[in-house]
T-cell receptor
């Protein structure tokens, strides 16, 4: 069964800390997405990547295809970063870009 | 403004009621989706529409009935639901085709409670 696993499930940090959230998957992929879900429920796409590294402001996403692993880093964390972060993958054998498999999410709380 | 608007934000309905969820996207995308998010579970894909045609029905019970009258609007008609159907229902859109992945754009969801 193709799986996506995230760690940790819950993460509490102090403002300013460097944060890492991990995502591992079981077989080859063509793309990996990082999403952010705020308490109201809405989801925002942060990154879509298939290799290497992407950076947007204080957020950095990396992926290691050989190790089947991706990390999302947040530098200088802030309370407004508090949200659920979700990893989703499109398996290499999928022909439809819409067919994503989602992880269970990581609940991040950043305290002031 | 996310570009994808869902209404209502919250809905409480009895098991014998009939209600509809609405989704509208203003992004010019050609594909729209319904996802279900239950507590402590990953998002589950329910339905996919490409160019108004349903291309995927992920073994969803018939008490959920999608409708896509045009590429900008998507509905989810609900009837005789069960309490376990209580969840957050999310609509999303994307631009499909061209051989490359496109990011999903999500609405804020409808929080459904079935009593």
């Amino acid at each position: 069964k193709n799986e996506v696993e995230q760690s940790p499930q819950n993460l509490t940090a102090q403002e300013g800390e460097f944060i890492t959230i991990n995502c591992s998957y079981s077989v080859g992929i063509s793309a990996l997405h990082w999403l952010q879900q705020h308490p109201g429920g809405g989801i925002v796409s942060l990154f879509m990547l298939s290799s290497g590294k992407k950076k947007h402001g204080r957020l950095i996403a990396t992926i290691n295809i050989q190790e089947k692993h991706s990390s999302l880093h947040i530098t200088a964390s802030h309370p407004r970063d508090s949200a659920v972060y979700i990893c989703a993958v499109r398996w290499a054998q999928e022909t439809s870009g819409s067919r994503l498999t989602f992880g269970e999410g990581t609940q991040l709380t950043v305290n002031p | 403004e996310t570009g994808v608007t869902q209404t209502p934000r919250h809905l409480v309905m009895g098991m014998t009621n009939k209600k509809s969820l609405k989704c509208e996207q203003h992004l010019g995308h050609n594909a729209m989706y319904w996802y279900k998010q239950s507590a402590k579970k990953p998002l589950e894909l329910m339905f996919v529409y490409n160019f108004k045609e349903q291309t995927e029905n992920n073994s969803v019970p018939s008490r959920f009935s999608p409708e896509c009258p045009n590429s900008s609007h998507l509905f989810l008609h609900l009837h005789t639901l069960q309490p376990e159907d209580s969840a957050l229902y999310l609509c999303a859109s994307s631009q499909e085709g061209g051989g490359t992945d496109s990011p999903l754009h999500f609405g804020n969801g409808t929080r459904l409670t079935v009593t």
